[in-house]
């Protein structure tokens, strides 16, 4: 098959590095990928065996680009990621899918509630592809129908779940007695992912022999709060 991932995000986000091995995975298979990405987007340097397209800088020139290439490459199944990708494919599909007959798939992996769901009852939108039940449950709740919902769940390749030293080499290296409770969270500094929550939860447990371990947070942004 002809795929074609079209993902808004600028950044090496957790959901751009799914889609990212998940093309990555189909290409194995034999199927043929394009991917689409915002300019100068940084998940480019991630996966140099991929066949990426820069959208222009300017948003409002998206579409033009988006319409080049489906003509030109004829896609079977145009996958978007990322809220803006969304809602610019829950439109153009209107415009192009019965031209050039392929469905349109829209990733949904995050549990918060958009501020427009509009886009979201759109019928050129064939399919969405949450990953978790929490996700699909959001989905059901502004007005999707479940039969356009399948749950996939986050993969990662091997190289990216295997240890590269062992655990009591991490722990030396980062200073932690392994002795004690290890409270932690993997995370970026987005309100949505609890870093905030994390603390003022932390700063109520009645115990001195733990330690408290942030890895993708902005040290100057959460410091004053850890204090």
Known sequence: MRIIFFSSSQTSSGGARQALYTAQELQKLCHDIIFLVPHNSTIIDKGPD?????????????????LETIQKFQPDIVHAFHNKAVKKISWWSLLFKKKFHFLCLAHRGVVFRPNNPLPYWSPGIDCFT????????????????????????????PQRSIPAN????????????????????ISGDSPNKGIEVLLHAVAKINAPNFELVIIGGTKQKWFPLCK
């Open 130 to 157: 949450a990953n978790s039940y929490a996700c699909a449950k959001t989905l059901t709740r502004i007005g999707v129908p479940e039969k356009k919902i399948k749950v996939i769940y986050n993969c990662l390749p």
């Open 50 to 66: 991929i066949k990426w397209i820069e959208l222009p800088a300017q948003t409002k020139l998206w579409k033009q680009t988006f």
């Open 166 to 185: 062992p655990p009591h080499v991490v722990l030396k290296r980062i200073g932690i007695n392994k002795k004690r409770l290890i409270i932690g969270t």
